[in-house]
């Protein structure tokens, strides 16, 4: 067994990465409140490009695709200009970013909505026990239960494929390496991908296939504008945050992993269902998802390095995702390679607020410092 394959050099899609350990998305709402981002969260980003990939914080493509308070956009020039910053930063650093295109769908609230109109979904049906962050008339932050939904009307769907195609652009113009789509933990595309959410007739709605494909012609719209190698997925199978179902997620990801494959997307990228209390994936399925797709694949949820090293060993993986441990310790790969201990993070500043349990983890001292 190869140890330590954690650490080696990787290509994705045409970009060479410094190793296979990856920062997953993560929101932590320091946003403008237009979703333009700040020069804080440039920071906050660099300081992690020990990283040998960064996926951004999920990123609204519209304001109808927002759901909580403070999340960054990627649909107006200040947003464009605001990422610059922060692509810059963690290029002249020397690690590579992925921006992630978020629409929330349902998982949404009036307040949030353009002219405070009601979120949309593939069915008016509403998310149970989901909350949305809003900022009230009077300027304070609240959590609200996300809102009954309209269903979308088959002559809306070209628009939303619209905007993934458009947010993907404007992601190339703010100096991203590659696109994630977001079609994984109850929002939008894993909303009409869910059994249970899309309960639609036609075209988009009834059969496995039909509620794939709203993704499939996402992925193609997103490949005309900016090519097929600059894009990567991101799937929830077994996923039940924000009110999924897991029943048939597994012969759903089988069948969008092998459709993905054939289109010759990037990479895939799986969040794994403990993270929000699902029950765990097996390596039965990751070995049909490998079988499936035979392009990058990543895990993510829960990994420490023994773990990770296990299934890039046994070549079930190509990458490993890390989120929450990224939090505390920017220096995360360096602490991971030489076995230090890691720093817990602060549940009370993961969303919202200033530079505190942000950016003021401690980082490593550089060569320049
Ligand atoms: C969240 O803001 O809680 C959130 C966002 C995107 C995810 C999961 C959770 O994929």
Known sequence: MQKNKLFTPMIVGQT??????????????????????TRLMAEYYAQRVGAGLIVSEATQISRQGQGYARTPGIHADRHITGWQRVTQAVHARGSKMVLQLWHVGRVSHHLLQPDGGQPVAPSAIRAENTQCSVILPDGNQTQQLADTPRALSH??????????????ACALEAG?????????NGYLLNQFLD???????GEYGGSLENRARIVLETIEAIAARIGIERIGIRLSPLGV???????DNIPMSLYL??????????????????????????????????????????????????HAEHILAANLADAIAFGRPFIANPDLVERMR???????FDPNTLYGGDAH??????????DSE
Request: with cysteine; glycine share 6%.
């Open 241 to 247: 945050f924000n009110d999924m179902s897991p029943e």
């Open 155 to 168: 002559k809306e769907i070209p628009g939303i494929i619209m905007q993934y195609a458009d947010a993907a």
């Open 357 to 366: 349990g942000y950016t003021d983890y401690p980082t490593p001292k550089t």
């Open 176 to 184: 991203f390496d590659l696109i994630e789509v977001h079609a994984a």
């Open 16 to 37: 060479c990465l410094a190793n296979r350990v990856w920062m997953a998305p993560m929101t932590r709402s320091r946003a403008e409140n237009d979703g333009t981002p």
């Open 257 to 306: 992993a092998h459709q993905l494959d054939q289109r010759g997307i990037a990479y895939l990228h799986i969040a794994e269902p403990d993270w929000a209390g699902g029950k765990p994936l097996d390596n039965e399925f990751r070995r049909m998802l490998r079988r499936a797709f035979g392009n990058v694949l990543v895990f993510c949820g829960n990994y420490d390095v023994a």
């Open 338 to 344: 030489h076995s230090l201990p890691l720093t817990q």
């Open 195 to 201: 059994i249970k959410a899309n309960q639609r007739e």
